[in-house]
């Protein structure tokens, strides 16, 4: 008998008063261009003393096949098991203001009884604000600055608002825990910061810092980049160096950069240029399905 979604987790017995704190979250499996996602997850947990308060049953939820964590052998013995975990971290920012964060691997299965028990946490602290984040690839050069588009569940909380229309692509756990919050009347958003395609698969620290502006813009967190700066200060320095070492990249970034500015003095729109045809919907989720099917290979 399948469990509870309440049954999916454990939360622990002192946690403080919560009402008014934003939950962030972020989940291996799905496309993080660049890394975008997990490097910002990275400096929150490396910058801010954090505590788990909350633990869901990665046994109910992930395919230990499909992904099969790490096991340490040594000698003539197994020592280590390396177990994933999905969790919500307790965090403080600079001025004391508490805000969670949950992070682990995209469960596998069960995603509505995972979206029922973050809504039941949501409903518990008193969150008043939910937000995912991660990279997505795009025709952008790393020379011109690099936009962070937002989604929400109403109008008003929409900053930065998507060149897409209307296109159906390969779903995710934090757009169906966007969507099922905004139907149960949560305020809900998510972030996508554009990496340049030629970047997707590496780490790119800029895109973090992207995310991270756009974040502290919309929750009003206290949260210092620090040393997300300087190290996307010397990815962009290794970009530059490289570029200049090859004529032909060299001259794809130049292109880039002329449709860049071309789009941007005629529209808004980033996807296409003056004169040229709009891509389909297919057309989009065909260039995403390709994307995610060259990070499977990779992994």
């Given at each position: 008998?399948?469990?509870?979604?309440?049954?999916?987790?454990?939360?622990?017995?002192?946690?403080?008063?919560?009402?008014?704190?934003?939950?962030?979250?972020?989940?291996?499996?799905?496309?993080?261009?660049?890394?975008?996602?997990?490097?910002?997850?990275?400096?929150?947990?490396?910058?801010?003393?954090?505590?788990?308060?909350?633990?869901?049953?990665?046994?109910?939820?992930?395919?230990?096949?499909?992904?099969?964590?790490?096991?340490?052998?040594?000698?003539?013995?197994?020592?280590?098991?390396?177990?994933?975990?999905?969790?919500?971290?307790?965090?403080?920012?600079?001025?004391g203001n508490p805000f969670l964060l949950?992070?682990?691997?995209?469960?596998?299965?069960?995603?509505?009884?995972?979206?029922?028990?973050?809504?039941?946490?949501?409903?518990?602290?008193?969150?008043?604000?939910?937000?995912?984040?991660?990279?997505?690839?795009?025709?952008?050069?790393?020379?011109?600055?690099?936009?962070?588009?937002?989604?929400?569940?109403?109008?008003?909380?929409?900053?930065?608002?998507?060149?897409?229309?209307?296109?159906?692509?390969?779903?995710?756990?934090?757009?169906?825990?966007?969507?099922?919050?905004?139907?149960?009347?949560?305020?809900?958003?998510?972030?996508?910061?554009?990496?340049?395609?030629?970047?997707?698969?590496?780490?790119?620290?800029?895109?973090?810092?992207?995310?991270?502006?756009?974040?502290?813009?919309?929750?009003?967190?206290?949260?210092?980049?620090?040393?997300?700066?300087?190290?996307?200060?010397?990815?962009?320095?290794?970009?530059?160096?490289?570029?200049?070492?090859?004529?032909?990249?060299?001259?794809?970034?130049?292109?880039?950069?002329?449709?860049?500015?071309?789009?941007?003095?005629?529209?808004d729109n980033l996807l296409v240029g003056?004169?040229?045809?709009?891509?389909?919907?297919?057309?989009?989720?065909?260039?995403?399905?390709?994307?995610?099917?060259?990070?499977?290979?990779?992994?």
């Amino acid at each position: 008998m399948a469990m509870d979604s309440e049954e999916l987790f454990e939360v622990d017995s002192d946690v403080p008063d919560l009402s008014g704190a934003v939950l962030l979250h972020h989940f291996d499996g799905f496309m993080d261009a660049g890394s975008a996602g997990s490097t910002l997850v990275e400096h929150l947990l490396a910058t801010h003393e954090h505590r788990v308060v909350a633990r869901f049953d990665v046994d109910e939820l992930v395919d230990y096949r499909a992904r099969r964590p790490v096991m340490t052998y040594d000698t003539d013995r197994w020592t280590h098991y390396d177990a994933p975990e999905l969790v919500v971290h307790l965090l403080h920012d600079a001025v004391g203001n508490p805000f969670l964060l949950m992070t682990g691997p995209e469960p596998d299965r069960r995603w509505e009884a995972v979206a029922a028990a973050v809504r039941a946490l949501v409903e518990r602290w008193g969150v008043r604000l939910t937000i995912g984040f991660h990279g997505i690839p795009m025709g952008v050069p790393h020379t011109r600055r690099l936009l962070v588009i937002t989604h929400a569940t109403r109008p008003e909380l929409v900053t930065e608002k998507s060149p897409f229309s209307r296109v159906q692509v390969p779903g995710h756990l934090s757009a169906l825990l966007e969507l099922r919050l905004g139907e149960a009347g949560h305020d809900a958003m998510g972030f996508a910061a554009y990496v340049p395609h030629y970047l997707a698969q590496g780490t790119y620290p800029g895109a973090a810092v992207g995310l991270l502006e756009t974040l502290t813009k919309a929750t009003g967190l206290a949260i210092e980049p620090g040393r997300l700066h300087e190290s996307a200060k010397r990815t962009d320095a290794e970009v530059a160096r490289q570029v200049a070492e090859s004529a032909e990249v060299a001259e794809m970034v130049a292109a880039l950069e002329r449709q860049y500015d071309s789009f941007t003095e005629a529209s808004d729109n980033l996807l296409v240029g003056e004169g040229e045809p709009v891509p389909t919907a297919d057309e989009l989720a065909a260039e995403l399905e390709r994307f995610l099917a060259e990070q499977s290979r990779d992994n």
